[in-house]
């Protein structure tokens, strides 16, 4: 059987590291949600086209109508305001992408449109305005009349012939610094649907048509996320529980002195 000595130190010991991981778990809280509060966006250039309108705008529009249908083009609405918050690592909705696919002159076309993003990100007390420019690539395919067979099979969807097809360039890294932890911010695709987070890689749209779909972002922690300061309420627990750890072991010293005195 274990003597009393022994007894009191196994258990006031055992309580200090079980008080000591609790300490450190909350001293290693992960870093907080970041919160988008607002997101604007605007076209900054047109690759190609002709007869360019609505640069540094949220509307840009390029190429020689034909046969009255208007000119084809690009718009933008970021998602914020409302604010919203969420955790890294995880899809999120930047804006809704509309494609304005109509019937220009051949050569007036466009093959692609960069888009200027200015974001207002918050996080743990800090907020700041990150600004960037992602690079899209338009397939302004070339209509063949009643013949469907004659477009790509890989980015038809419908039978009118040739659908258009915007893409973009996964390789673009924009970095942004908050509360000293390093982020960037991708676009992971387009959906169709602001709560279905699964992006697909290209947007098509329809010979003639207005087209709307989400631009889903991603934000990527690229260093270790520093620990989130305590809440003003959590001092007192975290007080209380460091104090109680003292006072056990005080009242083990204690007890450990009298067992030996009356020995």
Same mark, same amino acid.
């Given at each position: ?10 258990? #006031? ?13 909350? *001293? !290693? ?36 109508? *034909? ?5 084809? /083009?690009?718009?933008?609405?970021? !998602?914020?305001?409302?604010?919203? $918050? ?8 930047? #804006? ?22 200015? @974001? ?19 397939? &302004? ?6 013949? *469907? =067979? ?7 969807? !419908? $039978?009118?012939?040739? =659908? ?19 982020? &960037? ?5 387009? $959906?169709? =649907? ?12 329809? &010979?003639?048509? &207005? ?5 889903? #972002? ?7 996320? %520093?620990? *989130?300061?305590?809440? %003003? ?11 109680? /750890? ?12 009298? @067992?030996?005195?009356?020995?």
């Amino acid at each position: 059987m274990m003597p009393k000595i022994k007894q009191l130190t196994a258990l #006031g010991n055992s309580a200090i590291i079980g008080l000591s991981s609790i300490v450190l778990s909350a *001293v !290693s809280l992960p870093a907080q949600a970041i919160q988008l509060n607002s997101l604007t966006g605007f076209w900054t250039s047109v690759n190609g086209g002709a007869n360019v309108t609505g640069l540094q705008t949220n509307q840009v529009r390029w190429g020689d109508p *034909v046969s009255g249908s208007g000119q084809s /083009g690009l718009g933008f609405v970021g !998602s914020a305001p409302p604010s919203v $918050s969420f955790p890294v690592n995880t899809n999120f909705v930047l #804006g809704t992408l509309t494609h304005y696919n109509f019937v220009v002159a051949g050569g007036t076309a466009a093959s692609g449109a960069n888009l200027g993003i200015s @974001l207002n990100l918050s996080n743990a007390g800090e907020t700041i305005n990150p600004q960037f420019n992602y690079a899209f690539n338009i397939d &302004e395919t070339v209509n063949q009349e009643g013949n *469907v =067979d004659a477009c790509d099979p890989t980015k038809q969807i !419908s $039978s009118v012939p040739c =659908d258009d097809v915007i893409t973009f360039d996964n390789s673009q890294q924009q970095i942004f610094i908050l509360n000293g932890n390093q982020y &960037e911010l991708k676009i992971s695709g387009f $959906s169709s =649907d602001p709560t279905n987070f699964s992006p697909i890689a290209q947007f098509t749209t329809i &010979e003639r048509q &207005e087209n709307n779909a989400y631009l889903l #972002g991603k934000i990527t922690p690229l260093t270790p996320a %520093t620990p *989130v300061p305590f809440e %003003t309420d959590a001092l007192p627990i975290v007080g209380s529980m460091i104090a109680f /750890g003292f006072g056990l072991r005080a009242k083990q010293k204690l007890a450990q002195k009298k @067992l030996v005195k009356f020995e």
